[in-house]
């Protein structure tokens, strides 16, 4: 009697999705709390996939999981498959574009521009859930990190799809009371004579365009300093000192003024997304509300 050969059971799609995240995030913590489970299950569901694969899919390190060559290489074909998955929800389920979108926002855009707008977007999608990774430091779209990231820069490599956003304009700003007890500079020179300047810590930027104090004068340098544009916007606010903040933070609050006012310096905003996912019905739509909005807000991006 001819023995019927043992049926090798398919991986289940969650076994793929636990390695997906891992992949994403480089942590079985990050991991469970993308997918909503704890680090056991995401633990279980790596280890039954290597066993059906036979192969070792990450390394153990002490930053968390690094994909092996064949992690790699199963990588890329696992991303196809999540990409399918997503286009077929969105054709199947009707009602407009459906589940996670991830946008990487620099932290200063995000929380003046886009999060107070945001309300209009989420009711014309109510079937998305969306991650606002606002921050000091990118996610990578090229990595698949974020769906999609303004950056402040153009990449110059990668597996993405970049365009420009807008130009926006950085002042000197201070408050009144600051500079009546310390005197109100006239020209650049006089900003490294008995004024405090507030800036980010120079190890700790996330993008050379950051580097901007000496472009108001050589030479300057902060002493009080931050790698939150928040906080140094709140130390600029409470008379700590003078610093640079986008004129669409700076001009939006009461309590600054501007230093110098005939100086400001511009820089840009890129729109980043991979080219395999760019064209995602929930990718269009929120790169379509944001051109929008900024668009309405070029005169807060842009003053005269």
């Known amino acids: 009697m001819r023995s019927t050969p043992a049926i090798m059971q398919a991986p289940d799609w969650n076994d793929y999705q636990a390695f997906l995240a891992v992949a994403r995030g480089g942590q079985m913590a990050r991991a469970a709390a993308a997918m ?30 690094v994909l092996t060559e064949a992690g790699e290489a199963l990588l890329a074909e696992v991303e196809a498959m999540a990409q399918a998955a997503s286009r077929i929800a969105e054709q199947a389920g009707g009602g407009g574009p459906s589940g996670l979108l991830r946008v990487s926002l620099t932290e200063g855009f995000a929380g003046a521009i886009v999060a107070p707008a945001l309300k209009s977007f989420i009711e014309a999608h109510p079937r998305l859930t969306v991650d606002l990774v606002a921050s000091s430091g990118l996610l990578s779209p090229s990595k698949r990190e974020a769906d999609l990231a303004v950056t402040l820069s153009r990449p110059r490599a ?30 650049g020179a006089d900003l490294a004579r ?7 810590v120079p190890d700790l930027l996330y993008a050379p365009e950051l580097r901007y104090l000496a472009e108001f004068e050589p030479g300057l340098s902060a002493v009080v300093r931050s790698p939150s544009i928040m906080a140094q916007a709140r130390m600029i606010a409470a008379g700590a000192g003078i ?16 230093v110098l006012p005939e100086r ?36 807060k991006l842009l003053p005269r």
């Not at 640079?244 to 609050?253: E, I, N, R, T």
């Open 36 to 65: 909503g489970v704890d680090a056991t299950t995401i633990g279980r569901r790596l280890r039954r996939l290597e066993t059906r694969l036979g192969a070792t899919l990450f390394e153990q390190t002490r930053e968390g999981q």
């Open 158 to 187: 990668g597996p993405v799809i970049a365009g420009k956003l807008s130009d926006y304009a950085l002042r000197l700003y201070a408050t009144r009371g600051y500079l009546a007890q310390n005197g109100t500079p006239a020209h």
């Open 264 to 299: 400001r310096i511009i820089r840009s905003f890129w729109l980043v997304t991979h080219k395999d996912t760019h064209s995602l019905a929930r990718v269009r739509a929120f790169k379509d509300w944001l051109a929008a909005l900024t668009a309405r807000e070029r005169p």
């Open 194 to 200: 008995g004024h405090r300047l507030i800036g980010y």
């Open 243 to 258: 610093g640079v903040l986008p004129c669409f933070m700076g001009d939006a609050d009461k309590w600054l003024v501007p």
